[in-house]
């Protein structure tokens, strides 16, 4: 099983900036795609970005340069930086693994409690 743990959520004013974490942890966890989802009240979850067990980087939006996804291989994490935010950008930001960034929502089988931001005036 893989346990995943997220953090780094909080508020920030528009324009702000925010790192999120995933503590990925568990047997055969190297061997996973980690992607970041969030949802906001009434909307339905929706892939931020996804990185594969080979490096690659996927965002869903191509032209959102607010946002990076790497691999930090000191805090042994999965981070997901945001710059510039939005009050869009509001939600519960979720970090799952799967054996494919190309998976749907609903089918990654490991989920971590998510995180809340917050992005206001």
């Known amino acids: 099983q893989v346990q995943l743990v997220e953090s780094g959520g909080g508020l920030v004013q528009i324009g702000g900036s925010l790192r999120l974490s995933c503590t990925v942890s568990g047997r055969s966890s190297d061997t996973y795609a980690i992607g970041w989802f969030r949802q906001a009240p009434g909307k339905e979850r929706e892939k931020v970005s996804c990185i594969s067990p080979d490096a690659s980087v996927y965002y869903t939006d191509s032209k959102n340069g607010r946002f990076t996804t790497y691999r930090d291989a000191v805090t042994n994490t999965v981070d997901l930086q945001m710059y510039r935010l939005r009050p869009e950008d509001t939600a519960v930001y979720y970090c799952?693994?799967?054996?494919?960034?190309?998976?749907?929502?609903?089918?990654?089988?490991?989920w971590g409690q998510g995180t809340q931001v917050a992005v206001s005036s």
């Open positions: 799952a693994a799967d054996f494919s960034c190309g998976s749907a929502v609903d089918d990654w089988e490991y």
